[in-house]
């Protein structure tokens, strides 16, 4: 069952959702993007699909809406249909399980868990009332597998976002629409505060690779996720973080490399 290359992005203003929208236009895709607050990382986007020959359209977009799933509505009518979604907008948060304010917890749940599902839902919605199936692929974290100090809500809601990833897969399949996640470890994107360009400068000793990610080595995975290669995968969860989940018995925050010897 071959989908259409019409794809939705969201978050696709800047990082790794702008690096996922351009890949895909490179693959022959139209794109629906999205943009929260940054109009000019977005009509970067813009220019950069239609330097690849594709057409785009953009929407304003706040995951953490009720209605967030509407924006599936939009986009899929400008674009004619839908083949592909890839949820990457999200937030952050840091604060003890102590001091978190309600506030503060249903933020980042609501832009990180609820937003992806009620858009997952609707194109899951839109994919199978078409009949010709799709990939729904969404952006967690490394957060989806493990803890972390200070981010309780995040780590909840990238678990459940995993989890629903694994629910939908299961549900889906028989319609012809796989469903992935991808898991990021630390990339250099404007919300770890790293421009792009430094993520073959930084150091990190105690990462096997020994830097961040850039936001391409995660678009091609997503890209992959998205493509016919990939049509026997689903229910997956793939872990791009240079091999920082490997680190457990060693601890990430290494300041030398001294444990890679014995």
């Known amino acids: 069952m071959t989908h259409p290359l019409l794809a939705i992005v969201t978050g696709s203003d800047s990082g790794m959702g702008a690096a996922t929208a351009k890949l895909l236009a490179s693959e022959g895709y139209d794109v629906g993007l999205t943009v929260h607050h940054d109009m000019d990382g977005v009509l970067d986007t813009v220019s950069e699909i239609e330097k690849r020959g594709q057409r785009c359209f953009v929407e304003r977009f706040d995951a953490a809406s009720p209605t967030a799933g509407d924006i599936v509505d939009s986009l899929a009518t400008k674009l004619g249909g839908l083949g592909v979604l890839v949820n990457v907008a999200g937030t952050g948060q840091s604060d003890s399980v102590l001091d978190v304010s309600y506030d503060s917890w249903r933020q980042v749940i609501a832009t990180d868990l609820d937003g992806p599902f009620l858009v997952a839902q609707r194109a899951a919605q839109v994919m199978v009332d078409a009949g010709q199936g799709g990939r729904i692929v969404n952006v967690t974290s490394v957060h989806e597998h493990v803890p972390r100090v200070g981010s309780a809500a995040y780590c909840a809601a990238k678990a459940g976002l995993g989890a629903l990833t694994k629910v939908m897969a299961l549900e889906l399949g028989q319609h012809g629409i796989t469903v992935n996640s991808v898991a990021p470890g630390e990339i250099a994107t404007e919300m770890t505060g790293q421009a792009e360009e430094s993520a073959y400068s930084i150091k990190r000793p105690g990462n096997p690779i020994g830097r961040p990610g850039h936001v391409n080595e995660v678009a091609s995975v997503i890209g992959f996720l998205c493509s016919p290669r990939a049509s026997y995968v689903t229910g997956a969860s793939y872990i791009v973080d240079g091999g920082l989940m490997l ?16």
């Open 247 to 262: 680190m457990a018995a060693h601890g990430h925050d290494q300041e030398s490399e001294d444990w890679r010897t014995l």
